[in-house]
């Protein structure tokens, strides 16, 4: 099976890393979306009152998790239908076994966006399926499509799916019996556009058939560590979801379930978070500018999606050489050779330090 994966993006970034690390000041990591922020003490408060938790948690999730997560899909992203929901691993783990969990195997195809994180992919790989890429889907399109991923903000490049695209794709996979999964984990991040749930009343007018929602704690709550992550949305395939989860085992620990209530609760946190984000957004976008870098999209997320118009490994080794680690384009498709993602996520302190770098003559 491993043989049918490609190769683990970060791997190929090694080189690129230690380059960067060889800087007399350090490495700035922009790399990865990893959080470095600490988690918020309400949560983590949470956590600790749960720990004594000797019993087997509840794959569902405890009636108060649920609760929260209905709660929160129904205001957050203006949600009024009826909802099926369940916790995940994070939500990395739901990606790639998704089209797996929905029976999806040889013989089906699986669409992905043109540019996009690479776990779409790995994991129609896992389920034997076929990976198509496009942005746009055709009016007649391949009739063994069983899933199609949208994913607004986009990871890597920050785009916004308006609510007309959304719908439109929506009723294209419901003539094919297709399910339409939406990564959804940076909708609390939008910059320039407000982002739209695919599970908002603008787009599916509380009827959820054939669509999921996927969302993560990572970004939102610091949460990357806890591996907290949920899906809502069509009560029947929620259904089978779970199901298949119970026997797989896969189940978020019990003090993690008890943290989540705890994160969804608490918007507080959430403020002050963006407002972290908001800051080194400005600092870095700022010196990407005056450095010589275009910025495509990037109206939402946690990423600058930039380009100096050449090959992605020549800009990541040029900013490894100023000890800044970027990942390249090339790591989410072919159409983004180009192009460099620069994440959000180092200490104030670092990403003063890379913008200092960047002032440097290129």
Avoid at 71 to 91: D, M, N, Y
Avoid at 212 to 218: K, M
């Amino acid at each position: 099976m491993s043989s049918a994966l490609p190769d683990f993006p970060w791997d190929l970034l090694e080189p690129a890393k230690t380059l960067a690390a060889s800087h007399p000041d350090g490495i700035v990591d922009l790399s990865v979306g990893t959080p470095v922020d600490s988690v918020p003490a309400v949560i983590r408060q949470a956590l600790v009152e749960a720990v004594d938790s000797p019993g087997y948690p509840l794959t569902a999730g405890t009636p108060k998790l649920r609760a929260a997560i209905a709660g929160w899909l129904a205001r957050s992203c203006h949600a009024s239908g009826e909802l099926g929901v369940l916790p995940t691993i994070g939500s990395k783990e739901l990606v790639a076994w998704l089209p797996t969990l929905l029976g999806v195997g040889p013989g089906d195809a699986v669409v992905i966006p043109q540019v996009c994180y690479p776990t779409y992919e790995v994991g129609v790989r896992l389920a034997g399926a076929e990976v198509i890429r496009s942005d746009a889907l055709t009016a007649a399109g391949p009739a063994r499509v069983k899933l199609v991923w949208i994913n607004s903000p986009s990871n890597p490049t920050g785009r916004v799916l308006p609510a007309e695209h959304l719908r439109k794709v929506v009723a294209w996979a419901r003539e094919r019996g297709a399910v339409v999964a939406s990564d959804e984990c940076y909708l609390s991040l939008g910059w320039e556009s407000e982002p739209v749930s695919v599970l908002s009343d603008e787009v599916t007018g509380g009827d959820y058939t054939s669509v999921l929602a996927v969302h993560s704690l990572s970004k939102r709550s610091n949460l990357a560590g806890y591996r907290a992550g949920f899906v809502g949305g069509d009560p029947a395939l929620i259904a089978e979801l779970l199901a298949v989860r119970k026997h797989a085992g896969m189940i978020p620990p019990a003090p993690v379930q008890a943290a989540m209530v705890a994160a969804l609760g608490d918007e507080e946190h959430v403020v002050v978070q963006r407002a972290r984000y908001a800051a080194r957004r400005e600092t870095l976008r700022a010196a990407l500018t005056e450095a010589g870098f275009a910025i495509s999209h990037s109206e939402a997320g946690l990423y600058l999606w930039a380009t100096r118009g050449e090959d992605c490994w020549q800009t990541v080794d040029r900013l490894a050489k100023r000890g800044i680690l970027a990942a390249p384009g090339a790591f989410y498709g072919p159409a983004a050779a180009q192009h460099v993602r620069i994440a959000l996520t180092a200490t104030d302190e670092r990403v003063a330090a890379a913008a200092d770098r960047l002032a440097e003559p290129f």
